[in-house]
């Protein structure tokens, strides 16, 4: 039996000796190599933790201590250590989480995976303990180093600063990186102390020697380790950045070394305030092909061979992802007012290929979805047009921003929001299903919703020669789906797809639902009844000729992978009524709920939209027998249907 096998708690790891905790540790690691590559995952986070993780459960008492991570990914060493060996089904339905997930287990306490909230959940703990006499109890944050680049890790840090009686421990896991290399002035402030080479010579060197002595030595060595590490800090002033908060600084601690991790936790501990623990790592630690991997380390990674860390899958068709990256640097080679904006996410927003052919027109802010948008307003001030890429789940910390610093001002901004819709294994927080709801509220926005990679380039090509107002492009994740050529266009621009003889129903597909669409219009083709399929193209406003179509059709039914709370087909209806046409409308779309992770047809079919179901309900409605969407029945035979009599 393995090491690994006999943990069933973090008190199992009290029992073990140094040499074993070694082992397990290395035990770890093969284990998240073989198991992530299986179901795919966040691989090299992981991999860069285990010692800290090892270290944090040894120390403190999970779940008396509350742990909280940001953003979560870098919690599946946490799940090993806390009963939750089975990853076979890692981010599928009905297994573990990519994320902490309280229903998992009383040691997850955090959700969300949005980054840079972890110290003001343990602002708010910590505040809580202390008021309800709970003051033995501690509250530990890990926070990337990326996080530090989130405006709203240093609200908190400005309100933890403001109370020194608490047990809060903050451990910046400081590995360089986000997503990919963390950028900025804190990045650049962190850098000096992982790479000053005289703070870097003298500490190692120092270390070697009493290593060479053997156990005596390694004791002498941790004695002594604060008055060596406060003759080193001469050569950094990272300890007083914190200390002009009021807040007490440890490190920076070998992030691999178990020992030194334990002592600094433990003194840590012992200060009984607030405590920022600086923990130096290296993602994708002990895997080579993540090392290999300067990108983004394995950041994220689908199904792969262990050994070589090759993709097994390999897509026939390209991502959407992938056809933004090239068209954008199309436009921008022909258009110089335009210039990027990411929110650490250069490659998995596609803005790479950007940075890389003009490096000076690409700008990375850090994890500060807030200023990236403010940001973006003074540059079309200036005279440019900014095309900010992002998640279309992170566009929700912007909202403000994007109303009141971006709309009000009629500044000609572009939001690119990749990863709209229903986006599977990442799970709640990952969906990016707000979006059309929460934005077409912003008076004069303009959102476009393509359905294959030609619409993706036209629509996008339209966005940017927008200058007097908001502009959004949404596409969902993985690959482009099928192309659908228009039957004909409107003055207005909207696609119409199919065109029945008989106008009985208006399908409205918004974006990649134009396939799911078409499906659905040939299921009623063999029930008799014609639909007509149309792609409005700009969902929002809701174009002209949506509204007359919408005149001549018996039912309309919107489509769409959002919310039906607020979504395009809520603003159909609405226009509709405003236009005095009564057509019956039926708004399709996702429930107001947050979606567990699962797989993105398991999670459509959960919410009845696919062809099935959403034909058998039309055909309920025309005939005048309403069935349930969500109940799933099996098929009949087709029933002839007589359009003049409406049965």
Same mark, same amino acid.
């Given at each position: ?46 991999? =860069? ?46 297994? @573990? ?35 309800? =006499? ?88 941790? =004695? ?8 080193? /800090? ?103 007012? @335009? ?7 250069? $490659? ?12 000076? $027109? ?81 008076? =004069? ?99 002209? /000729? ?102």
């Amino acid at each position: 039996m393995s090491l690994l096998e006999t943990i069933h708690g973090p008190r199992d790891l009290d029992r073990l000796s140094r040499e074993e905790l070694e082992q397990l540790a290395v035990e770890m690691r093969e284990f998240l190599v073989r198991e992530v590559a299986k179901t795919g995952g966040h691989l090299g986070p992981n991999l =860069g933790v285990v010692e800290l993780t090892l270290a944090m459960h040894r120390v403190f008492d999970s779940p008396h201590d509350a742990i909280v991570f940001d953003t979560g990914h870098q919690s599946y060493v946490h799940k090993l250590l806390t009963g939750r060996q089975d990853f076979s089904r890692l981010r599928e339905r009905g297994g @573990l989480a990519g994320y902490p997930q309280r229903s998992e287990s009383e040691h997850d306490i955090v959700e969300s995976s949005h980054a840079s909230s972890s110290l003001s959940w343990a602002d708010g703990i910590s505040r809580a303990f202390a008021m309800t =006499g709970q003051g033995d109890r501690y509250v530990v944050a890990m926070v990337g180093d990326g996080a530090l680049t989130g405006g709203m890790t240093w609200e908190a840090l400005n309100n933890i600063s403001d109370d020194n009686s608490r047990r809060l421990v903050m451990i910046v896991n400081d590995n360089g990186r986000s997503y990919a290399p963390t950028i900025g002035g804190m990045a650049r402030f962190l850098n000096t102390v992982r790479t000053r080479r005289a703070y870097r010579s003298l500490y190692f060197s120092s270390r070697r020697f009493f290593d060479r002595l053997g156990r005596p030595g390694q004791a002498v060595y941790r =004695g002594t380790r604060g008055a060596i590490h406060g003759f080193l /800090s001469r050569f950094s002033n990272n300890e007083a950045l914190y200390s002009n908060l009021d807040i007490k600084y440890l490190g920076p601690v070998d992030g691999h070394d178990l020992g030194s991790l334990e002592e600094a936790l433990r003194q840590a501990k012992a200060y009984d305030a607030p405590v920022i623990v600086h923990v130096i790592t290296q993602k994708g630690r002990g895997y080579e092909p993540a090392l290999a991997d300067v990108a983004d380390q394995f950041h994220a990674v689908g199904q792969i061979d262990p050994e070589t860390g090759d993709p097994l899958e390999h897509p026939s068709k390209p991502s959407w992802t992938s056809v933004f990256a090239d068209e954008i640097v199309e436009l921008a080679a022909r258009d110089p007012r @335009l210039v990027g904006i990411t929110a650490a996410m250069l $490659r998995p927003t596609g803005l790479h290929k950007f940075a890389e052919r003009f490096p000076d $027109r690409v700008f990375d802010v850090g994890i500060a979805e807030q200023h990236a948008a403010t940001s973006a307003a003074g540059l079309a001030f200036g005279g440019l047009h900014p095309v900010v890429a992002m998640y279309a789940t992170f566009v929700n910390r912007a909202f403000d921003q994007v109303l009141m610093d971006v709309a009000l001002h009629r500044a000609g901004v572009t939001f690119v929001l990749d990863r709209a819709g229903v986006t599977g294994p990442d799970g709640p927080s990952h969906h990016g299903m707000w979006d059309l709801a929460i934005l077409q509220v912003v008076p =004069g926005i303009r959102i476009a919703a393509p359905r294959d990679a030609t619409r993706l380039r036209e629509e996008l090509a339209e966005a940017v020669q927008v200058d007097d107002g908001p502009t959004v492009v949404r596409f969902s994740k993985g690959s482009v789906g099928n192309e659908f050529d228009a039957v004909r266009r409107t003055d207005d621009g909207v696609d119409v797809l199919r065109e029945a003889a008989h106008r009985d129903v208006l399908l409205v597909a918004v974006g990649p639902m134009a396939d799911l669409a078409m499906r659905v219009a040939d299921r009623l083709a063999d029930q008799g009844i014609g639909a007509t399929v149309i792609d409005p193209r700009w969902v929002i406003p809701v174009p002209g /000729s949506v509204i007359e179509l919408a005149r001549e059709h018996r039912l309309v039914v919107s489509i769409e992978d959002g919310i039906r709370v607020g979504g395009v087909g809520t603003r159909i209806r609405q226009d509709l009524r405003a236009a005095g046409v009564d057509t019956a409308v039926d708004e399709l779309g996702l429930p107001d709920e947050f979606l567990e992770h699962a797989s993105r047809d398991q999670v459509l079919e959960e919410a009845g939209l696919t062809d099935r179901h959403i034909a058998r309900d039309i055909v309920s409605q025309v005939l005048g027998t309403r069935i349930p969407v969500a109940r799933p029945l099996p098929d009949e035979p087709a029933r002839e249907y007589d359009a003049e009599r409406g049965r």
